[in-house]
């Protein structure tokens, strides 16, 4: 009678993974291990843990987090199991100080304590909550994917006055002025991409304008009351479709009247000519403020 084949677990952890001794005590050998290795079935991912299955992102977080029960996942990782970010090429955690190793070429580790109000699961793994994973990710990310990320998720995603104050905690840490200016200059408002960008190209030049602020009973792009200058951003809409066309201009006389300067581009120009028409605006709107005090 032939015997049944060894067990190797598959239904114990949902992402395939599992340590050496798991394989052991399901009956596989350690001469069984190796084969299949060697042939592929099994992917070796670190020290003592296995795949058993084609390994994912999520199979790789899992092995990182079992090979150093202290782990924790964070930065760009941690903001992508909260769909902040898209799946990371390499997995990043974070883990004590004294923590000695070597990781592999698919592992960051950062040497560094996380608090543990500031630690949650996600996926059913130790994973920095939204507000770390989004600070830590924007002090390694390219500025524009940073800017992109913190304009997209900072109204859904995180809370942003939890968000303020971790970073005045994390005074002295590397990346902090990033955090700060990007806190400064986030754009979660923005009802379009241009309006995005010229947003944070007005912070930048520490001219902030209050967005999609209410002026008599229209909402504007950009307002400065101080000034009482509007600046508009205008995308095809405003061209192709006859009744926008009339409304806009209906809206703009009124604002005219009222005794508002409005400043208008196109969002084509938002992209094309940014630092022009945003150095225009804000020597516009700093010279009025000027003459009207």
């Not at 202290?70 to 100080?97: C, G, K, Q, Y």
């Not at 209410?214 to 006859?242: A, K, L, M, N």
Request: with cysteine.
């Amino acid at each position: 009678m032939s015997s049944a084949p060894p067990r190797d677990g598959l239904g114990m952890n949902p992402f395939g993974v599992r340590t050496r001794d798991e394989l052991l005590a399901s009956g596989v050998s350690s001469s069984t291990i190796h084969d299949r290795c060697r042939s592929g079935r099994y992917t070796r991912l670190l020290p003592g843990i296995y795949c058993i299955v084609e390994p994912t992102p999520h199979a790789h977080c899992s092995a990182a987090v079992l090979w150093q029960p202290d782990a924790v996942l964070s930065h760009r990782t941690a903001a992508w199991l909260w769909n902040m970010l898209p799946a990371p090429t390499m997995i990043e955690a974070s883990v004590p100080a004294g923590t000695s190793v070597r990781p592999p070429s698919w592992l960051k580790l950062y040497r560094r304590e996380i608090s543990a109000e500031n630690v949650t699961s996600a996926w059913g793994l130790p994973t920095a909550d939204p507000e770390r994973a989004m600070l830590d990710s924007v002090a390694v990310l390219p500025r524009h994917e940073a800017d992109a990320m913190v304009d997209d998720h900072i109204r859904t995603k995180v809370n942003a006055r939890k968000l303020h104050l971790m970073c005045e905690l994390d005074a002295g840490r590397v990346g902090v002025r990033e955090q700060r200016r990007q806190l400064y200059a986030a754009a979660g408002w923005a009802a379009s991409e241009p309006e995005r960008i010229f947003g944070r190209a007005l912070a930048a030049r520490r001219c902030k304008l209050e967005p999609n602020h209410p002026v008599g009973t229209y909402f504007c792009d950009f307002v400065d009351e101080r000034s009482r200058t509007i600046v508009e951003i205008d995308g095809r809409e405003f061209h192709s479709e006859p009744e926008v066309f009339r409304k806009d201009r209906r809206r703009q006389n009124w604002l005219l009247l009222d005794g508002w300067l409005i400043l208008r581009y196109a969002a084509y120009d938002v992209y094309q000519h940014l630092d022009e028409i945003a150095d225009e605006a804000v020597r516009v709107v700093r010279k009025r403020r000027r003459t009207r005090r």
